[in-house]
Structure formats: C-alpha cells, structure tokens
C-alpha cells in the first residue's frame, strides 16, 4: 500500500536538486526550488503536512526566507494563522532575538512580541533540519514569547549533521530523511 507520506516522500525526492560546494565548498545544497515552481506536486505536500497537525496546532510560524514559502500557503490551507520569525533586523518594532550557528555560518532570528497568544500551539516549519541550529534556536523564540512549540514539520532531514540531537523531547517530522 502507498501511504500519503509515502508519496509526499517520492514526490520530494524527484523534486530536490542538489548543488555541490554552495554556498561554500564542502557543503552539499539541497534546492527545493524545483518542488515550489511544480503546483501540483507542491500541493500534495503540503496536504500531507496538513493532514498530519489537523487539530492540533493553532497557528503556523516559519523562518526566513524558505520556511515562508511553505509555512504561509500551510497555514492558509490548515485555516490559520502564520507567523513570521525573520533574520536580524527587518521586523518593526519590539521584537525577541536568538542567535545561533548552521550548517554555513552564523545567523540571528527574530519575532515580534506581540506575534504568539499565550498558551497557542505552534507547528514550526521549514524546508530542511541540517545541524538543527534555526530550529532550536526558533522553539527557544517561540516559547520565549509565551507559546509551546507541539511539532517541527521539515521537508528534508540531513540526518548525518544531528539535527534531531539539538531538538531533544520535541516532535520532529521529516517527509524524507537522507
Ligand atoms: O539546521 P540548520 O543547520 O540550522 O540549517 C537549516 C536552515 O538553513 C536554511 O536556511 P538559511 O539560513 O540558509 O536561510 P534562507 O532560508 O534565507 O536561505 C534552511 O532553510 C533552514 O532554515
Ligand atoms: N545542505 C543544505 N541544503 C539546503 N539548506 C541547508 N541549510 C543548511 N544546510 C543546508
């Protein structure tokens, strides 16, 4: 039997380019650009996902700028909320900051202080889990402004880098695993 994950899997697989040495040499670039310019196939994915958290979650945040591409049309089909959690100075007025290391480099992240309601639940989004450093580092953002991260929901999960060991006790999807 094929499961809905199953094909959403496929699906992602035939739609992943990889790219050697970007953005600097050694490091092995999954594009999923192919997958968001094909609707049909980026619409099964994005069921997939939604029927996964129906009813558990009660708003979606993603981190810029892939996590906005899949977080904002999720949010809308699941008939809630999205947040935007952006890089280091581009969100108006207070804001809550983490800084954290990945894969190529080091970054900051931000939310609004007013972005969450107290007690909602979050379903975070993004296109990959490599060292887990934006993810952690937004579960921290998240529950810092007073809401409870219930699930991670990534495209690809570069497992060889130990994401999953920075997210410790969280619930943490991956549609395909390399
Ligand atoms: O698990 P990690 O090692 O933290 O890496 C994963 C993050 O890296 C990529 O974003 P990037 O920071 O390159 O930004 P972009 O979405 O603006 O391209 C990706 O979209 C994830 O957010
Ligand atoms: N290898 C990789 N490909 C795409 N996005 C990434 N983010 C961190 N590492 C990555």
Do not use: N
């Given at each position: 039997m094929t499961t809905a994950s199953a094909t959403a899997a496929g699906i992602l697989a035939a739609h992943t380019r990889e790219v050697a040495d970007?953005?600097?040499?050694?490091v092995m670039f999954k594009d999923l650009t192919p997958l968001f310019r094909d609707p049909a196939a980026f619409d099964v994915v994005l069921a997939d996902i939604a029927a996964r958290w129906a009813g558990q979650v009660d708003v979606v945040a993603g981190v810029e700028a892939r996590g906005f591409i899949i977080g904002a049309p999720l949010a809308l089909r699941m008939g809630l909320g999205f947040v935007p959690i952006r890089?280091?100075?581009?969100?108006?007025?207070d804001t809550h900051a983490r800084s954290y290391d990945l894969e190529y480099g080091t970054a900051t992240i931000e939310v609004t202080t007013d972005a969450f309601t107290a007690g909602h639940r979050v379903l975070l989004v993004d296109d990959v889990l490599a060292t887990g450093g934006t993810a952690a580092a937004a579960c921290d953002l998240v529950e810092g402004a007073g809401?409870?991260?219930v699930g991670l929901e990534m495209?690809?999960?570069?497992?060889f880098l130990g994401g999953r060991d920075r997210l410790p006790g969280r619930e943490v999807r991956a549609i395909l695993v390399d």
């Amino acid at each position: 039997m094929t499961t809905a994950s199953a094909t959403a899997a496929g699906i992602l697989a035939a739609h992943t380019r990889e790219v050697a040495d970007f953005p600097k040499p050694g490091v092995m670039f999954k594009d999923l650009t192919p997958l968001f310019r094909d609707p049909a196939a980026f619409d099964v994915v994005l069921a997939d996902i939604a029927a996964r958290w129906a009813g558990q979650v009660d708003v979606v945040a993603g981190v810029e700028a892939r996590g906005f591409i899949i977080g904002a049309p999720l949010a809308l089909r699941m008939g809630l909320g999205f947040v935007p959690i952006r890089k280091a100075g581009k969100l108006p007025g207070d804001t809550h900051a983490r800084s954290y290391d990945l894969e190529y480099g080091t970054a900051t992240i931000e939310v609004t202080t007013d972005a969450f309601t107290a007690g909602h639940r979050v379903l975070l989004v993004d296109d990959v889990l490599a060292t887990g450093g934006t993810a952690a580092a937004a579960c921290d953002l998240v529950e810092g402004a007073g809401a409870q991260v219930v699930g991670l929901e990534m495209l690809l999960e570069l497992s060889f880098l130990g994401g999953r060991d920075r997210l410790p006790g969280r619930e943490v999807r991956a549609i395909l695993v390399d």
